[in-house]
C-alpha cells in the first residue's frame, strides 16, 4: 500500500488500469474459459504496436512537432523486400534482417535529410517520405505474395514457456529502449531537446545527431515490426502497415508520454498496446456490430487520456 | 500626519502562505498608501514574490486578510485587484510573444472591446511608452517575440501605467530593471518619482540597492518569510539597508585586482564587426554598452562557433550561463539536479549511462558551494525561486570542464548575498586559468573585469583595460558615434 501512492503518481499507470479491467470484463463474459487464449493473443497482437510504438515515442520525445508518419509505409517496404529477397528459403533468415533494417536505417536517413537539409517540418517531411517509400513498396510486391521462410513462420505465430515470441523480441527491445532513455546519456539529450531546444543547444547538447539518431531509431523499429509481421501474418500486402499509423500515435499518448515532449515512459506503450487490442476483442466477444464497435472504441480511448492526462497536470 | 488620515489603496494584514512544509510568508502585514513608493528588498526566497502575489490577487493567504480603502474585501482575486487599478510588472516576462505589442494590450485591458480595439490600443500603449521612456522607439505593431528582452521589459512596464479606463493605482514593479540599461532604468525610475507624485503608489523590488534608496519614500525589508524592518527611506544607507536583509556588506568584493594578463596565452579569438575580440587565458572579459547592441549575438556566436550540433565535443572548450531563462536556460519539466549536471554528463556518464551516484554526489557538492535553497535537489527546478534558478544555471557552467565561460547577463533577479558568492567563485576559478566573457547591465559587475569592450549598433566601438574600466570611460563610449 505504501508504493501505491507512488505507482498512482506514474504516469503509465491509467493504461495499464484500463488494459486490466477490460481484461477482466472480457473473461468475465466468457466464464473465464478463453483466458489463456486471450492474454496470448493480446500480447501476440500487442508486440507489433509495442514496436513501432516505441519508435514513434522517441521522436514524440523530442518536442512539439516532431512525429513520424513513414512509419506504416516503411513496415511495408521492409516486409515485402525482406520476404522477396529470402524467398521462402530457410537460410536467408539473417539476411533477410539485415535489409529489413538497412531498409530502415535509408527512411530514416531520408526523413532526417528532408527535415534538417530542405527545413520541411517533420510532419510533411515524413509524409512524403513515406509516399516514396509506399511506392517502392508497390513496385517491388507487384501483387505478389511471397510466404515467409517456414523457421520463421513458426517462430513467430509459437510460444515459448506460453509467451508468444514476438512478445519476447518486444520485451527485449523494449529493455534496451528503457535503458536509453532512463539510464543513458542520449535519454537525456533526447528529453532535454524535448523541453526546450535553445536550451538544449546552450548546454552543449549535439542536438543534430540525437535528433537524426532518433529519426533513424525509430525508422528501424517499424521495419523490423514490418519484417516480424509479415513473417507472422503469412506474407507481406501492400496495406499492412495502414493501421499502425494512428496505433503507434495512440498508444504512446495512451501511455501517458507528454504529447508536447520531453517525458516519456516505456512501460505505457505496453499497457497503451494491450488496451487497444483488449478494446477490439472485449466489445467483439459482446457481439456488437462493426459501427457501434469503432464509435466504442473512440469514446473509450478518450476517456482513459481524459483520466491519464487530469491526473497529470494536477502533479505539475 | 495627512497620510495616516488617508486610507490605504491596498491592506494586507497578517497573511501567512505556506507550499506544503515551506513557509513562504510568515504572519506579513503590509499597508500601501497612495502617494508612496515602498522599496521591498530581501533575498531570493525571502516571500517578496509571495507578498506581491498576495497583492495582486493571484494567492489567497491561508490566513489574514486583504482590505483596499478601508473596506475588508473577503473575495480577492485578480479581477477585483485589476478592477481597483492594481497593476503588476513581473520578473519572468508575461507577454504573449505571437502577438504583437497591440494585441497584448488588449488582452491586458478588457476594457478595450468593440469595433476600432486596435487604434484604441495602439493609442493607450503608445501614449504609456512615450511617457515611460520619451524616445523609445518601438513600434506598435511588432509581434512581441521580435523584441529583445530589454525592449520586452519596457513594454511590460508601460503596460502597467497605461490607462484604458481604469487609472493605474498601485503598481507593483517585481525586479522592472534587471534587463534595462542604466539610461533606461533612470527613465524608469524618474516616471515612478513623477506617477508617485501625482498620487499612484508602487511597489518597487529590486535587488539594485541604491535604486531602492534613491526612489523609495519607506523601505521594507524581508527575511524569511517576515518583515524584519520597516522604515523611512532616509534612515538607510546602503550599509545598513544590506546588513538589514541580513548579509554582510563587503566593499571589497567590488574591487577589481589588478593583475598584469597582456602576456597569457590566447584561448579564443573571433571576428566580430569593429574591433577583433580575443579573450586570453584566465580573463575577465566584460561586454558592456546599451542594452541590446549585439552583446548577446556575440556570445552566442562564440557558443555556435565552438560546438557541434552532430556530435559531443570531449572537451568543450565554452560553456553558456543563459540570462533569459525561459528562453535558453532551464528545463522546466526537470529536477533540479537534471537541470545541473546536463552540461557535464559527460564527465559524469561511462559508456553512455549515467552513473546516479555521481551525479548526487557532485549536485550536492555545488549545493552546498553556491547555497540552491531547496531540501531536495530531486524538487522540480520550478519550485525554485527565479534567482535560486539562476545559481543552479550558474553552477551548471560552473560544474564543466570548459575553460571559457560565457555570460549572458547572468544576475538578473539575484540577490546581493548571493551575487558576492559568485563574484568570489569568478574571481577563484579565474585565478586558475578560467578565462569568462561577461555580458552585464551592471555598471558594479563590468568594473569587475579585466577588461572590456563597449558595444554600439552592434559594433565593438572601444576596448577598455585596466584602470580604464570605469563608469565615466564606459557611458562614454555606450554613446560614441551616435550621430551616425
Known amino acids: ?316 | 500626519m495627512a497620510k495616516d488620515m488617508m486610507k490605504a489603496v491596498i491592506e494586507v494584514d497578517g497573511a501567512r502562505v505556506s507550499f506544503g512544509a515551506v513557509k513562504a510568508l510568515d504572519g506579513v502585514t503590509l499597508s500601501v498608501m497612495p502617494g508612496e513608493c515602498i522599496g521591498l528588498v530581501g533575498h531570493n526566497g525571502a516571500g517578496k514574490s509571495t507578498i506581491v502575489n498576495v497583492i495582486n490577487g493571484g494567492l489567497t493567504p491561508q490566513e489574514g486578510t486583504v482590505a483596499s480603502d478601508g473596506e475588508r474585501l473577503d473575495r480577492y482575486n485578480i479581477t477585483i485587484a485589476r478592477g481597483r487599478g492594481v497593476r503588476c510588472v513581473f520578473q519572468e516576462l508575461s507577454l504573449c510573444p505571437n502577438l504583437s505589442i497591440v494585441e497584448n494590450t488588449r488582452i491586458m485591458h478588457h476594457e478595450l472591446g468593440g469595433f476600432g480595439w486596435r487604434a484604441k490600443a495602439a493609442k493607450v500603449i503608445e501614449k504609456s511608452l512615450d511617457a515611460v521612456f520619451p524616445g523609445h522607439g518601438i513600434d506598435s505593431g511588432q509581434p512581441v517575440g521580435d523584441l529583445s528582452i530589454a525592449e520586452r521589459q519596457m513594454v511590460e512596464i508601460a503596460m502597467a501605467f497605461s490607462d484604458a479606463g481604469i487609472a493605474p493605482r498601485l503598481v507593483i514593479l517585481d525586479e522592472p530593471t534587471s534587463s534595462l540599461d542604466a539610461s533606461l532604468a533612470r527613465q524608469m525610475l524618474d516616471h515612478v518619482r513623477r506617477f508617485v507624485a501625482s498620487g499612484g503608489s508602487v511597489i518597487f523590488i529590486s535587488h539594485i540597492l541604491h535604486e531602492i534608496l534613491e526612489t523609495s519614500d519607506r523601505i521594507v525589508v524581508m527575511k524569511d518569510g517576515r518583515v524584519v524592518a520597516e522604515r523611512p527611506a532616509g534612515e538607510f544607507d546602503h550599509h545598513r539597508l544590506v546588513e538589514a536583509m541580513g548579509s554582510v556588506a563587503n566593499d571589497d568584493a567590488f574591487q577589481r585586482s589588478a593583475r598584469e594578463l597582456a602576456a597569457a596565452p590566447v584561448v579564443l579569438k573571433h571576428q566580430a564587426a569593429g574591433l577583433p575580440f580575443t579573450a586570453r587565458q584566465g580573463e575577465i572579459i566584460g561586454l558592456a554598452g546599451l542594452a541590446g547592441h549585439g552583446q548577446t549575438e556575440l556570445l552566442l556566436a562564440l557558443h555556435a562557433a565552438q560546438s557541434n550540433s552532430w556530435w559531443p565535443r570531449r572537451d568543450p572548450l565554452v560553456t553558456f550561463v543563459a540570462g533569459d531563462r525561459r528562453l535558453n536556460g532551464v528545463f522546466e519539466l526537470w529536477s533540479i539536479l537534471r537541470n545541473f549536471s546536463i552540461a557535464s554528463l559527460g564527465d559524469l556518464s561511462r559508456g553512455g549511462v549515467v552513473r546516479t551516484a555521481d551525479e548526487a554526489e557532485r549536485g550536492a557538492d555545488w549545493k552546498g558551494r553556491i547555497e540552491i535553497r531547496t531540501q531536495d535537489m530531486d524538487n522540480g527546478i520550478l519550485s525554485l525561486s527565479g534567482g535560486n534558478q539562476q545559481k543552479v544555471l550558474f553552477a551548471r557552467a560552473l560544474a564543466t570542464r570548459a575553460p571559457v565561460i560565457l555570460m549572458d547577463d547572468p544576475m538578473r533577479g539575484v540577490d546581493v548575498g548571493t551575487k558576492q558568492e559568485v563574484y568570489e567563485i569568478i574571481r577563484q576559478e579565474a585565478a586558475k586559468g578560467r578565462s569568462f566573457i561577461w555580458y552585464s547591465t551592471e555598471m558594479d559587475e563590468v568594473r569587475l573585469c579585466d577588461r572590456v569592450y563597449v558595444f554600439r549598433e552592434r559594433v565593438i566601438t572601444a576596448e577598455l583595460v585596466g584602470d580604464d574600466v570605469n563608469e565615466t570611460n564606459i557611458i562614454a563610449a555606450s554613446f560614441e558615434g551616435v550621430a551616425a
Do not use: H
Request: proline fraction near 3%.
Open chain 1, 1 to 316: 500500500m505504501i508504493s501505491f501512492g507512488r505507482l498512482a503518481k506514474k504516469p503509465w499507470i491509467w493504461s495499464w488500469i484500463a488494459a486490466f479491467v477490460v481484461w477482466f470484463a472480457t473473461i468475465m463474459v466468457t466464464g473465464g474459459a478463453s483466458t489463456l487464449g486471450l492474454s496470448q493473443a493480446a500480447l501476440t497482437f500487442a508486440a507489433f504496436s509495442i514496436i513501432v510504438g516505441i519508435g514513434q515515442m522517441f521522436v514524440i520525445t523530442l518536442g512539439p512537432g516532431n512525429i513520424d508518419l513513414s512509419v506504416p509505409a516503411t513496415m511495408t517496404l521492409a516486409g515485402t523486400v525482406a520476404l522477396k529477397l529470402m524467398n521462402v528459403d530457410n537460410s536467408m533468415v539473417v539476411p533477410g534482417l539485415l535489409v529489413a533494417v538497412l531498409i530502415g536505417v535509408a527512411v530514416g536517413v531520408g526523413n532526417y535529410a528532408l527535415i534538417k537539409a530542405l527545413r520541411i517540418p517533420p510532419i510533411i517531411a515524413t509524409l512524403s517520405m513515406s509516399f516514396i517509400v509506399q511506392s517502392a513498396a508497390i513496385w517491388t510486391n507487384r501483387g505478389l505474395r511471397i510466404k515467409p521462410p517456414a523457421v520463421l513462420a513458426d517462430f513467430t505465430t509459437s510460444s515459448t514457456l506460453g509467451v508468444p515470441n514476438v512478445a519476447l523480441v518486444a520485451l527485449g527491445l523494449s529493455l534496451i529502449a528503457w535503458v536509453l532513455l532512463e539510464k543513458s546519456v542520449y535519454g537525456r539529450w533526447i528529453s532535454a531537446i524535448g523541453q526546450s531546444m535553445a536550451a538544449a543547444r546552450m548546454a552543449g547538447i549535439p542536438v543534430d545527431g540525437a535528433r537524426f539518431v532518433t529519426y533513424l531509431f525509430c525508422a528501424v523499429l517499424a521495419s523490423v515490426a514490418g519484417y516480424l509481421l509479415a513473417c507472422f501474418s503469412g506474407g507481406a500486402a501492400l496495406n499492412m502497415g495502414a493501421e499502425y499509423l494512428l496505433m503507434s500515435i495512440a498508444v504512446v499518448v495512451i501511455g501517458g508520454t507528454a504529447v508536447a515532449g520531453g517525458d516519456s515512459n516505456v512501460p505505457g506503450i505496453w499497457g497503451a498496446s494491450l488496451f487497444m487490442f483488449l478494446v477490439v476483442s472485449m466489445l467483439n466477444t459482446y457481439g456488437i456490430g462493426a459501427g457501434i464497435r469503432l464509435i466504442m472504441t473512440g469514446l473509450i480511448i478518450i476517456s482513459v487520456i481524459m483520466l491519464a492526462g487530469g491526473r497529470r497536470t494536477g502533479m505539475r
